[in-house]
């Protein structure tokens, strides 16, 4: 692997514009953010969104306006969340869909997280490994636990590649309730994930810099933002998304695996250039 993926998950579901007032959440704050990301070597966008209030939603219009929004503002490859935040019910996850990212996430299980429990059910994740095959959405399939790479061992057997044929998992570790944001367990994920697919990880909080160096050393690709962590170093916060993916860019760049660009993306996880 001679380049690093660096995707940007700048805003989640999970903080609260009132604790965070950095945090992207109007449609200008997401592209501003998205634009400068780029530019500091982003080559995919991890996208919640936000309503008029701030809090998480999956409304289908915002969610078409932030697909056209940022593919005429950027280049970078489109992921939408169909995980949403706890509360949302499944079929308004499933009906992300329906704004046609290039790719969106897919958790392979049901986690305990925080003092919250992220549910997802064997048949919901198999629809919606299905649903993206049927329109050529490529899948992140994203792992909380070491379980969880079982889960989808079966759920390729079962059904098959998703579209583009190429299978890409990112490792979300130090989540409380999932695996744990450390070396160790970065490499005992690395030996479950399937042969032939790419992977990120993202280790949240104070994890955050052991999953990023475990992950560039194992020979993987890097997720960072806001969604993962608001504290860029000890007592101080982050100042933005740049901020976290330059950082991730010099690390990548010092393991001479350089950020790859968005078209790069394109090719490494078989995004259709037509998307
Ligand atoms: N917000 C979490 C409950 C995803 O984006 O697919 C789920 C999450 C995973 O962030
Ligand atoms: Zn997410």
Redesign the pocket.
């Known amino acids: 692997m001679t380049g690093t993926l660096i995707t940007v998950a700048p805003t989640?579901?999970?903080h609260a514009k009132t604790d965070v007032p950095n945090l992207p959440v109007t449609l200008e704050e997401l592209v501003a953010e998205a634009k400068a990301c780029e530019a500091a070597g982003a080559g995919m966008i991890?996208v919640?969104i936000r309503g008029a209030d701030t809090a998480p939603t999956l409304d289908p219009k915002r969610l078409e306006d932030t697909v056209a929004a940022l593919r005429a503002e950027t280049n970078l490859v489109v992921q939408l969340?169909?995980?949403?935040?706890?509360t949302d019910p499944e079929d308004h996850r499933l009906r992300v869909l329906d704004a046609m990212p290039d790719s969106a996430?897919c958790?392979m299980g049901t986690v305990n997280?925080g003092d919250d429990v992220?549910m997802n059910r064997w048949e919901f994740i198999v629809e919606l490994h299905k649903r993206m095959a049927e329109r050529g959405i490529v899948p992140e399939y994203?792992i909380f636990d070491l379980g969880q790479l079982a889960t989808l061992r079966r759920l390729l057997d079962q059904h098959g590649l998703p579209a583009g044929g190429h299978v890409h998992v990112d490792l979300v570790m130090g989540v409380p309730g999932g695996m744990p944001g450390d070396a160790e367990t970065l490499v005992a994920a690395t030996r479950a994930i399937p042969a032939g697919a790419t992977f990120s990880a993202t280790g949240v909080g104070r994890t955050t810099l052991p999953v990023m160096l475990a992950a560039l050393s194992a020979g993987g690709h890097l997720r960072v933002g806001m969604?993962d962590t608001i504290t860029f170093k000890r007592g101080e916060r982050v100042r933005d998304n740049a901020q976290l993916v330059e950082r991730a860019a010099e690390f990548a760049a010092l393991a001479q695996r350089p950020a790859l660009s968005a078209d790069d993306v394109r090719a490494l996880i078989k995004v259709s250039q037509n998307n």
């Open positions: 989640g579901a999970e991890h919640h969340s169909t995980g949403g935040a706890v996430s958790t997280f992220f994203e969604e």
